[in-house]
């Protein structure tokens, strides 16, 4: 619903946009893509893909769209060689990509690459996937995760901010300010709250792409920090 009634957020995602160079192409990895192996999409025209069911009519009326780019498809499947990496040339944009970028870019007038994320593989997988794609944000290559700070949809309610999930909020800040990636990769085990925080991993897998094709040494702003229906985080960060 973001796309149709994004609230607060909407106003992050534009400045981030807004305050950036014009990149001459997003790739953009989304939770809602799942493979066994890293896949890019490499159709120079993808659909708009409405991958939900039992929401209002004009969410399904709505469409983005932007080009693809094959040539950065082949590129970024190049780099991802040794992943046994593949082009998939028939799918489109799901609505993990196009939700944000309907509001970053609502021309939708740069190219769009998205990348699939491999939940099976687990968190550090998704760090040294981004370490390898890397080199195209030194390309004029936008480079997004999107995905979810806390998703575990069981505990919604509108009873305010779920204790743990701003208790999980912080943990992961704690450790992304501190670049302690191998503390945040094995959240599972050592946060308190990352279990409840996330069921199962693939939302919270392209944090972990960004985090991994950020620059060493990277300076991590966190432009928004709200927690929607209790339990959703939706944090959003910036690498630079």
């Known amino acids: 619903m973001h796309a149709l009634q994004p609230g607060a957020v909407r106003e992050i995602w534009e400045g981030i946009a807004r305050e ?23 159709t120079a025209k993808p659909e708009t893909i409405h991958d939900f069911y039992g929401f209002p009519k004009p969410l399904y009326e709505i469409q983005y769209p932007a080009k693809g780019d094959p040539a950065l498809a082949s590129r970024a499947a190049g780099l991802l060689k040794s992943f046994g990496a593949k082009a998939d040339p028939v799918r489109g944009l799901d609505h993990g990509a196009w939700s944000p970028l309907l509001h970053m870019y609502p021309k939708a007038d740069i190219p769009v690459v998205q990348v699939a994320v491999q939940t099976e593989l687990g968190t550090q997988h998704h760090i040294d996937v981004g370490r390898a794609l890397a080199p195209l944000a ?89 927690i929607e229906m209790g339990a959703l985080a939706m944090d959003a960060y910036r690498f630079s």
Do not use: C
């Open 138 to 226: 030194q390309e004029g290559v936008l480079i997004i995760g999107s995905g979810h700070m806390t998703h575990n949809l069981r505990d919604r309610s509108n009873n305010g901010p779920a204790p743990y999930a701003s208790s999980f909020q912080s943990w992961v800040k704690q450790r992304i300010d501190a670049h302690a990636l191998d503390e945040l990769a094995d959240y599972r085990r050592l946060s308190p709250d990352g279990v409840r925080a996330h069921p199962s991993d693939e939302h919270f897998l392209p944090l972990f792409f960004a985090l991994g094709a950020a620059r060493e040494g990277y300076r991590a702003e966190r432009l928004y920090d709200g």
């Open 20 to 42: 950036l160079p014009k990149p001459k192409a997003i790739l953009i990895a989304s939770a809602h893509w799942e493979t066994a192996v890293p896949e890019v999409t490499a």
